[in-house]
């Protein structure tokens, strides 16, 4: 589904990606982990197309698309979903206009009519329930005076509610309790098919107890250094990341 | 003489003033003449002076004779380097302190004039002209100027101050003026904050109650450098100060601090600028104070952000208590904005002290003069907390104290 | 608002240029240019006014010519030739329409073209309008129902003929043809406006509306409204204005007075859409209006406007709040482009005890543009307890544009409460990437934010005309983010 090769990317002259190189096909689940600073979510920003960076080398390839040549809205209407570390607010733009707005601008994009006021909501209602998101919340303005829970859970919402080839989950565990980071999990693996892929960027192994990866990759110094299956995870939970930078220290 | 009838307000006033004896460039002095020629004092009908008249200075009048009244003790800080201006007039200018100049007899005069009306008759009636500079090498550090204005005072000083790059200094300007005849003093200031550099300005206004003092301050800050002015008008009939700040450097920081306390029938307006010229800089500015009896302040705060100044972030508060059914308060906090990418704000408020506070006081055996005491200070805390500067805060807040008192 | 849909506004965006930019060809009655007393007497003849009215439009024009244009707003401008300038352009019409099959169907097309077709509205939405193009009132709607209540809702000429009493005692009260430049001249020559009285514990059961159109070249719009709330009455009020592209300067100088006497409420709002100039600042309407009402006790005063167009604004709709408790409140959202000048605001003038007043303010400057709010409250001595709370927020899209704030506070009493805040920031990057990241293009996700941006004002509108001030906002805004 994606295929990134050798990538380099700069931010204000500093390079961050070093030649990180990665392969998702649908129906996987695939986690980076790594430790502060490795280009975490530098490289979700860069899938979502934030203008900041400065690719240096490298291709990535969605679907047969050259990902990099297209505008960032393009990449979400090809079917790219980020799910913000930190989702921002938009007062006085309610969730329910901010989402049919989106849904038509792809919905027009794939030459596809607009959906009706009555299939929206019949979608809103259905699709809110994965995340135990209350209704009300659909009415309020994006993301304003919501909790840091509700915050990711309204992410997840609207991952639902777009149905995304590949979404990128960064840190979406972060400033999650346990009920919470239990509600989004379940979330994200009701949205799990054959069809689609998820990529889940995390510094803690707790939200791979819930969303079950198919490949652990490490992410390290702006590449992928190690590649696993989920025990990686626990691995690296046990022993922490000095454990992988003492091993490049000796490669 | 000039024919009596053409005469306007502002050559009326001119009369009682003695020109100056200061060694100005008849260049300067020819230019700053034919400046006035035109001009009147400004009146209500001008902009920046809407809300402050200067009909009063219209009975000003002073005996040639002046009565040396001996303020006792004046100055504010222990250990700084000192300087004592009399009257307008500089006291034993022999005693030398590093990097303070104040006898001209064997360097030219900086040529740098403000643009208005009182400008020009800073430079021709001009009564002491004070350079001080902070360097590198110099062993100054902080420098105390104490104006002490008596009986019938003319005083019109000029002030260079320049903090040198990377260097830090503090310069506490100290306005004493005991005695309720009338004084007039008419003060203009040009500083330089060069790149690097950290100077921090308190100015104290203490005037007598009939005192006039018109005050304007311009700042030229560069890169990198932070500039402070807390400026505390305490007493006096007109205290008029225009600050005009200039940041010419990217990464500076401004911090403008003001606290005043009016009763009677003074008059006090503050008028600041920060211009911001240049991306990548910082400015708050808090204008805090409580006003009784007959008197009025005016607070015109403006931020300025020029073209492609970006990532500017500009604050600004003023903040009033209005404490008496004849005071009044006039607040224009204004922006001026012509970058896209800057954050600005201001804010005014304008109230009372708060009635449930008191009673609540009054309720645990306060007297209600000591509970409205009280929650003034608590007021006028939040300026207070920013100055750094131990000696002078416990100055304003005694002052404060007498405020109430007297 | 709700069912307003982003896909009608996206069919909106198709035509983003002035759409309201034609021409009608109508038969114009139009007079010589210039103004002297002689064109004035003239006015007066053709509308067949009293004596008084004549008198007071001599002594407005004498105290005129005494006055100098005001300069103090940031606005720059080249300012009108009043003698360049037709004060009188009528479109032709043998007598006075007796009902809406009269009207011209020029006309009827004229007003379709604005959405504002009288007969659809007629059936469907209860909003009685009146149409006043180039410098007379051509139609009005609803009338006889309206009469059934005591509601007089005419044009101001009509009002001048049917209810001279009324119009005497109450025009010129608010506004005194001495208050201003535009004030004074506006009494001199206005040509007509609408009015409208709502008796004593009326509440008008329907919008009233008076859509305002300048179509004539060379002329000059000067009219007047007057609104008098009589005791415990309530009229909600709303005001739309376009006019055609045209390369010249055209100067609107209208004057606005309300009363609302006690208890009353009057709801004043406005949708500016006259011609802003062309993307290089030639043409655009000159837009110079004295808007101010007065409050009598326990009365309020709602003014809200939506201003998109015009090439330069410099407009200040006031509140008078002499009665004890009465309430002031002023919405406002003003977008500029291009080279667009905008200098608006409100007077909030606290006289009565426990007077109240609320101004929330959004700006958006965009393109070339200068936009300054400049706002007055005054507290006076007697006015205890007065509260006021301002909020005036700016939203700069380019870096060439500017955003200014003016507001202007003078307290003379120890028990008012008063509050200004004011803000200046970028519309957010990470809001518009926030947007893009879930596909919505660029211009959709500005107009997007700028509308939840000015949601607390656009709220206040009455349901039609928020639709319409979406639309508006969208179309002021297109390709504005550089």
């Not at chain 2, 002076?49 to 200067?54: A, G, H, I, Q």
């Not at chain 2, 040198?164 to 904050?193: H, P, R, W």
């Not at chain 3, 983003?16 to 210039?34: A, L, N, P, W």
């Not at chain 3, 009402?293 to 309020?300: P, R």
Request: charged share 25%; aromatic share 8%.
């Amino acid at each position: 589904m994606i295929e990134i090769k050798n990538l380099h990317a700069n931010i204000e002259g500093k390079e961050i990606l070093k030649g990180l190189t990665l392969n998702v096909n649908a129906g996987e689940v695939h986690a980076i982990m790594g430790p502060n600073g490795a280009g975490k979510s530098t490289l979700a920003n860069i899938l979502a197309g934030r203008e900041e960076y400065e690719i240096t080398a490298g291709d990535i390839t969605f679907d047969g698309v050259d990902l990099l040549a297209l505008s960032t809205e393009e990449r979400a209407r090809e079917g790219l979903f980020l799910a913000f570390q930190y989702p921002v607010e938009i007062p006085g733009v309610s969730n329910v206009n901010f989402l049919r707005t989106a849904l038509n601008e792809i919905r027009e994009a794939k030459g596809e009519d607009p959906i009706t006021a009555k299939e929206f909501m019949a979608l809103v209602r259905e699709k809110s329930k994965i995340v135990e998101l209350d209704s009300k919340l659909a009415s309020r303005s994006v993301n304003e005076g919501f909790s840091g829970g509700e915050k990711k859970r309204n992410e997840i919402f609207q991952m639902a509610m777009l149905n995304p080839k590949l979404a990128v989950l960064d840190e979406t565990d972060s400033g999650l309790d346990i009920d919470a980071l239990r509600i989004v999990a379940k979330g994200v693996n009701s949205l799990k098919s054959p069809e689609n892929a998820s990529i889940v960027i995390t510094h803690y192994q707790r939200l791979l107890d819930h969303i079950v990866p198919d490949f652990v990759h490490v992410l390290y110094d702006g590449k992928i250094v190690k590649t696993g299956g989920k025990e990686l995870a626990l691995e690296l939970e046990e022993k922490g990341y000095d454990w992988i930078k003492e091993e490049m220290q000796v490669s | 003489m000039e024919d009596v009838l053409k005469k306007n307000k502002l050559q009326t006033l001119r009369e009682i003033f003695s020109p100056t004896s200061l060694p100005f460039s008849e260049g300067l002095l020819k230019k700053t003449r034919s400046v006035l020629e035109e001009k009147d004092l400004p009146t209500r009908k001008d902009e920046n002076w809407k809300y402050t008249n200067l009909n009063g200075l219209k009975k000003l009048s002073f005996d040639k004779d002046m009565a040396n009244e001996i303020l006792e003790n004046p100055f504010i800080s222990e250990g700084s380097n000192r300087l004592l201006i009399k009257n307008g007039v500089v006291i034993d200018s022999t005693k030398t302190i590093e990097g303070v100049r104040t006898n001209w007899s064997d360097k030219t005069l900086p040529e740098v004039v403000g643009s208005g009306v009182m400008d020009a008759l800073n430079v021709l009636h001009c009564t002491a002209a004070i350079e001080i500079e902070f360097s590198s090498g110099g062993k100054t550090k902080e420098l105390e100027l104490v104006f002490e204005n008596s009986i019938n005072t003319q005083s019109f000083p000029r002030l260079f101050i320049r903090c040198k790059k990377g260097c830090k200094g503090t310069v506490i300007l100290n306005y004493q003026g005991t005695t309720e005849n009338a004084s007039f003093s008419n003060v203009s200031s040009f500083i330089d904050v060069e790149e690097n550099a950290n100077l921090t300005i308190h100015k104290i206004q203490k005037n007598g109650v009939n005192a006039f003092d018109l005050q304007r301050e311009y700042v030229n800050q560069s890169a990198n450098s932070t500039f402070t002015i807390n400026t505390f008008c305490l007493s006096g009939k007109m205290t008029r100060n225009d600050l005009y700040i200039k940041v010419k450097g990217n990464n500076c920081e401004t911090y403008m601090n003001g606290a005043y306390t009016l009763k009677g029938k003074s008059h006090c307006d503050n008028h600041t600028t920060v211009d911001h010229e240049v991306a990548h800089c910082y400015s708050k500015e808090l204008y805090k104070g409580v006003v009784d009896g007959f008197a009025t302040n005016v607070f015109n705060g403006k931020v300025f952000v020029r073209k492609d100044a970006q990532k500017i972030n500009a604050f600004q508060s003023n903040a009033n208590i209005l404490l008496s059914e004849t005071g009044t308060v006039n607040s224009k906090p204004e922006l001026e904005i012509y970058a896209d990418d800057v954050k600005c704000s201001h804010g005014s408020t304008t109230g009372q002290l708060d009635d449930e506070a008191v009673f609540y006081l009054r309720s645990r055996g306060l007297s209600e003069k000591a509970a409205k005491e009280l929650l003034v200070k608590a007021f006028l805390g939040e300026v207070l907390e920013e100055i750094d500067h131990e000696e002078v805060r416990s100055y304003v807040e005694g002052q404060i104290e007498l405020h109430f008192t007297a | 608002m709700a069912q307003y849909t982003e896909n009608e506004l996206a069919k909106d965006l198709e035509n983003q240029d002035y759409k309201f930019g034609f021409v009608t060809d109508v038969e114009t009655e139009t007079i010589r240019k210039g103004l002297d007393e002689g064109i004035i007497r003239l006015i007066s003849a053709k509308k067949d006014e009293p004596e008084w009215l004549l008198e007071y439009r001599l002594t407005a024009f004498e105290a005129w010519q005494k006055m100098t244009e005001p300069e103090w707003a940031h606005v720059r401008y080249k300012k009108p030739d009043f003698q360049n300038i037709t004060y009188f352009a009528a479109p032709k019409q043998s007598k006075k329409y007796e009902s809406w099959d009269d009207v011209d169907p020029e006309m009827k097309e004229t007003m379709a073209k604005l959405g504002i077709s009288l007969e659809e509205q007629k059936k469907l939405t209860g909003v009685a309008v009146d149409f006043v193009m180039d410098s007379v009132s051509v139609a009005t709607s609803f009338k006889s129902k309206l009469k059934e209540l005591g509601i007089i809702f005419c044009s101001f000429s009509e009002a001048v003929q049917d209810y001279p009493e009324l119009v005497r005692e109450h025009m010129g009260s608010i506004v005194p043809h001495t208050d201003n430049f535009y004030a004074a001249l506006n009494a001199a020559v206005f040509t007509d406006g609408s009015f409208c009285y709502i008796p004593k514990g009326v509440r008008c059961p329907m919008e009233l509306s008076t859509y305002f159109r300048i179509n004539a070249e060379g002329t000059g719009q000067f009219e007047r409204t007057l609104v008098i709330a009589d005791e415990g009455s309530y009229v909600s009020y709303l005001e739309g204005c376009t006019a055609p592209q045209r390369d010249e300067n055209q100067l609107h100088a209208a004057v606005v007075e309300l009363k609302a006497l006690k208890d009353a409420e009057i709801k004043y709002s406005t949708v500016q859409n006259w011609y802003p100039g062309d993307k290089n600042g030639v043409g655009g309407i000159f837009n110079f209006v004295t808007k101010r009402g007065l409050c009598e006790t326990n009365a309020k005063i709602s003014w809200t406007q939506v201003e998109t167009g015009s090439a330069v604004t410099w407009k200040y709709p006031s509140c008078i709040l002499k009665g004890d408790h009465s309430v002031g409140e002023f919405y406002s959202v003003a977008v500029t482009n291009n080279y667009q000048q905008a200098d608006t605001g409100t007077k909030m003038i606290h006289l009565g005890k426990n007077t109240k007043s609320t101004i929330i303010s959004k700006g958006i400057s965009a393109g070339n543009s200068q936009n300054s709010y400049r706002g007055l409250v005054q507290i006076h001595k007697n006015a205890h307890k007065a509260r006021n709370f301002s909020q005036c927020d700016s939203l700069l899209m380019t870096d060439h544009c500017g955003a200014h704030t003016f507001p202007y506070i003078e307290c003379k009493n120890p028990s008012a409460q008063i509050e200004h805040e004011a803000t200046t920031s970028k519309i957010g990057e990470d809001q518009l990437f926030y947007c893009k990241q879930r596909g919505i293009s660029e211009e959709k996700a500005i107009s997007l934010i700028v509308n939840g941006y000015c949601k607390e004002v656009l709220n206040q509108l009455p349901m039609e005309f928020a639709v319409e001030a979406q639309k508006l906002l969208a179309i002021s805004l297109e390709g504005s983010v550089g």
